[in-house]
């Protein structure tokens, strides 16, 4: 009897380095802390509030995500345009805060600008004034 090829997991090739990418735009902003929460990856604005968490499946989750705090009417307007990567998230949704899908290939240049204003949303102004100027043009 032929064995088959073991199938890749996509929540461990794909996913882990989606997880990699999205470390490394958390823990490039100034003071960034990682901390596990309810056993995921957490991301802190120094010794601060969370500005991004991990969402690995997780209660049998259908993705790979993050989930980020937003300004008013981000939310809404971030669903509205894609459903598909973007979303509501369970338990901190109510409060505003958006999910971004990453293990379907997403615009990792979008997800570093929501992870940067989730962080500027959250972060003390000493560290927001870390960052580089917003260009409002965009």
Not at 105 to 115: C, G, H, S
Request: aromatic residues 8%; contains cysteine.
């Amino acid at each position: 009897m032929a064995r088959s090829a073991p199938r890749k997991n996509k929540k461990t090739s794909r996913g882990k380095d989606a997880v990699a990418r999205l470390r490394a735009i958390c823990l490039a902003l100034p003071e960034a802390v990682e901390k596990t929460s309810h056993g995921e990856p957490t991301w802190f604005a120094g010794k601060g509030k969370v500005f991004a968490m991990l969402d690995d499946h997780h209660h049998g989750a259908p993705h790979l995500s993050v989930w980020l705090p937003a300004g008013l009417g981000a939310q809404e307007t971030l669903i509205a345009s894609d459903p598909e990567r973007y979303f509501r998230p369970p338990y901190v949704g109510a409060s505003g805060w958006v999910g971004v899908v990453l293990d379907t290939r997403p615009d990792w240049a979008v997800v570093a600008w929501l992870v940067e204003q989730a962080f500027r949303l959250v972060a003390h102004k000493r560290l927001v004034a870390l960052l580089p100027a917003r260009d409002e043009t965009q």
